[in-house]
């Protein structure tokens, strides 16, 4: 496991509470390893939104702002399911084939791969499906979106019971996108992005 991957583990598991700083000198000193692996550690995890850094200052743990991030998620829904009719349009069945592999990589990684495994077969998953859309503004703007808010890493999948949620949610869009089922597709990315907390 890179020490990228057991940074990220630390976080999800509340080792390193969101806010806190990160101090280099005790991340060596925990992880064994040199100031230069660190470094690139914690600029890998800052581009992956899970940690910030601030010049002068050092890295700290992203601290999601509830308000921010509640915006975003209703844009994101406006946007998303207004893409679904293009979605629909433009899913033929090798296009299907290749978002169904993105699912079942990201069912695999679950199971046998780090949490940035998972995240980044996360984000394949999502990209493939958004990419059907004929407006490409509209695929920037979404994307542009979900880098503003915290990442996966940082709190949407708190528990396992959450991926595995996200799992079944993927393969029940598959599969209202081959029923070319255009409303129930809209339901499933909108309770996708809320992410329901009694799940």
């Keep these: 496991m890179s020490v990228a991957d057991l940074i990220a583990r630390d976080v999800r598991a509340g080792t390193f509470a969101p806010g806190s700083w990160l101090k280099q000198i005790d991340l ?10 660190i470094r690139r550690a914690l600029d890998y995890l ?24 509640a915006h975003i998620l209703e844009l994101r829904i406006i946007l998303e399911t207004a893409a679904v009719d293009s979605i629909v349009a433009n899913a033929t069945p090798d296009a299907i084939m290749r978002i169904d592999a993105q699912a079942c990589r990201f069912d695999e990684m679950i199971l ?57 949610e993927h393969h029940e869009m598959i599969k209202a996108l081959e029923a070319r089922d255009v409303q129930q597709l809209k339901d499933i990315i909108t309770r996708h992005i809320l992410q329901p907390k009694d799940r």
């Design 112 to 168: 046998n791969g780090t949490i940035l495994d998972q995240y980044e077969a996360n984000l394949a998953f999502h990209r493939d499906l958004l990419s059907l859309c004929s407006n490409p503004e509209l695929f920037s703007l979404v994307t542009d979106l979900r880098s503003r808010t915290s990442s996966a890493l940082a709190g949407q999948w708190s528990t396992r019971a959450r991926v595995e949620q996200s799992s079944r």
């Design 28 to 37: 060596e000193h925990r992880y064994r390893c040199g100031r230069s692996d």
């Design 46 to 69: 800052a581009q992956k939104r899970l940690v910030q850094h601030v010049p002068n200052r050092g890295y700290h743990v992203v601290l999601p702002d509830s308000d921010q991030t």
